[in-house]
């Protein structure tokens, strides 16, 4: 967790926690590949062992991501949805199982979608923008599994120390990009806006043997050049994201000392500006005939803290 948290150099504890991590990981992982194998063939002790696997989704208690997708399909369904996942980790799945004709309710990639807030990641979107997933879940998933399973994780914790260290400072920007807008979104549009709220509960983890399984993940899929450019793009956005939150608890200290722009700057009328360009334009002339009425307030404000500007360059994300 030092490491994690600090970087520098990887002590032998650590590199032998990094081994022990991923040989676990590898065990779960061979088990669950037999459960399934065997269930497909009918065999009664692999599909007893699914069976319970199965019910104790539905059934046990659970929390974080989990317990967000479960609650967004309902616990009947959770069943379909962990199926799919166990196939994704085991590196089985391709595409989706064909779906019972003639019987009614959500099909099984309906389902995946929505556990996994990509079906309002397909539809939400802000002013003047598209929404940010526009792709094929079940390619991207078959993907996703493939790239896990390519090298064992047990093999990838002996990987050279500079290249943990770089896998780890590209892990944790990406991070704090994510976590930084999942959070903001989460305040100003709901829980389960643009998809954000699931990938948050299921990226911040605190555990350490959590964050070793997140790095030699990490590992896994930086062996696509696609990927890590994105993730490096995403990583370099993170001075972005901490600026932007830092300005949103900014702006809740101005409601409170101006009061005047209790409502004009509330989390309400900031989100429908964002999602709306014709709300956006009408709040920013609101904003500025509140200023204008109370400008020795805010005149008051800004020099009690000179750090603003420096907070809005950088959320713009210019550099200079």
Request: aromatic residues 6%; negative net charge.
């Amino acid at each position: 967790m030092l490491w994690w948290e600090e970087g520098g150099e990887l002590t032998p504890l650590a590199r032998k926690f990094l081994r022990v991590v991923g040989k676990d990981y590898e065990r779960t992982r061979r088990l669950l590949a037999r459960l399934l194998d065997g269930e497909e063939r009918g065999s009664t002790s692999a599909s007893n062992q699914m069976s319970e696997l199965y019910e104790g989704a539905q059934n046990s208690r659970v929390d974080g991501a989990l317990a967000a997708a479960r609650r967004r399909v309902g616990r009947y369904a959770f069943s379909t949805v962990v199926r799919v996942l166990a196939e994704i980790g085991t590196g089985r799945f391709v595409e989706y199982a064909p779906d019972s004709p003639g019987l009614p309710g959500p099909t099984t990639a309906d389902l995946l979608e929505r556990a996994l807030g990509i079906d309002r990641a397909r539809v939400d979107s802000l002013a003047n923008s598209e929404p940010w997933y526009q792709g094929d879940s079940a390619q991207d998933l078959a993907r996703l599994g493939s790239l896990l399973n390519a090298k064992p994780l047990s093999l990838l914790a002996e990987e050279p120390d500079a290249v943990l260290a770089e896998a780890r400072d590209e892990l944790r920007a990406f991070l704090v990009t994510v976590l930084n807008t999942s959070m903001l979104s989460e305040r100003l549009f709901g829980r389960a806006a643009f998809g954000f709220g699931l990938i948050g509960r299921a990226l911040r983890v605190r555990k350490s043997k959590h964050q070793a399984v997140m790095l030699l993940g990490w590992l896994a899929l930086r062996e696509d050049p696609e990927l890590r450019h994105g993730m490096s793009q995403l990583g370099g956005l993170a001075p972005v994201a901490e600026a932007t939150v830092e300005l949103h608890r900014v702006i809740g200290e101005l409601r409170e000392e101006v009061p005047p722009f209790a409502e004009v700057l509330s989390e309400a009328r900031m989100a429908k500006a964002l999602k709306n360009a014709v709300d956006g334009d009408r709040l920013d002339g609101e904003i500025a005939a509140v200023r204008d009425a109370n400008k020795e307030a805010v005149d008051a404000f800004f020099r009690a803290r000179p750090e603003i500007d420096q907070l809005i360059i950088a959320a713009s994300g210019d550099a200079s």
